[in-house]
T-cell receptor, first 111, second 113 residues
């Protein structure tokens, strides 16, 4: 089954404690991207990647890092999380560059 | 500065009738537009897209209309079904070769049985 899998689904952590949200897709897609969803703000793109070792900033990249060492994986790294990064995060992938297949989301709470 | 706006936070429609969801944008460089549907506790689902070289695209019950001069697009769902009840997001992408996407804030559609 074609899937985008995010882990963890839920995480409560504290300010400054580095965390990584993993995203994996089994469709051999070249394009992957990360979004955050906040009330009243909709979805905002954080980073995207067109292929292995190729990443670029989206609309709200500050405070986040990504890496794309393998085609299937695109982890989102918060080196020093802060409370304003409390949000619902989605990873997406596609063949053609438009966000097509989304994961089910990761709800992060940073205290 | 919200470049993609969905000014109606919510919409209620009777089952079987037409649902019209609207989206306005401000950046004339946007040339590709998409609609997504999102149920609670799930990721968004891609519905339909349209390129700026077209003014209409249809897929089953879903039709997207693009009015470039007004910088406005709309999603029509005919006939509306209770399973269409969800939050709908429009999104826009800039000039060819960029893969940045700007999303609207969403419209919650409720289809009443």
């Amino acid at each position: 089954e074609a899937q985008v899998t995010q882990n963890p689904r839920y995480l409560i952590t504290v300010t400054g404690k580095k965390l990584t949200v993993t995203c994996s897709q089994n469709m051999n897609h070249e394009y992957m991207s990360w979004y955050r969803q906040d009330p009243g703000l909709g979805l905002r793109q954080i980073y995207y990647s067109m292929n292995v070792e190729v990443t670029d900033k989206g609309d709200v990249p500050e405070g986040y890092k990504v890496s794309r060492k393998e085609k299937r994986n695109f982890p989102l790294i918060l080196e020093s999380p802060s409370p304003n990064q409390t949000s619902l995060y989605f990873c997406a992938s596609s063949l053609n560059g438009q966000p097509q297949h989304f994961g089910d989301g990761t709800r992060l709470s940073i205290l | 500065d919200q470049q993609v706006k969905q000014n109606s936070p919510s919409l209620s429609v009777q089952e079987g009738r037409i649902s019209i969801l609207n989206c306005d944008y401000t950046n004339s460089m946007f040339d590709y537009f998409l609609w997504y549907k999102k149920y609670p506790a799930e990721g968004p689902t891609f519905l339909i897209s349209i390129s700026s070289i077209k003014d209409k695209n249809e897929d089953g019950r879903f039709t997207v209309f693009l009015n470039k001069s007004a910088k406005h697009l709309s999603l029509h769902i005919v006939p509306s079904q209770p399973g269409d009840s969800a939050v709908y997001f429009c999104a826009a992408s800039g000039a060819s070769g960029t893969y940045k996407y700007i999303f609207g804030t969403g419209t919650r559609l409720k289809v009443l049985a």
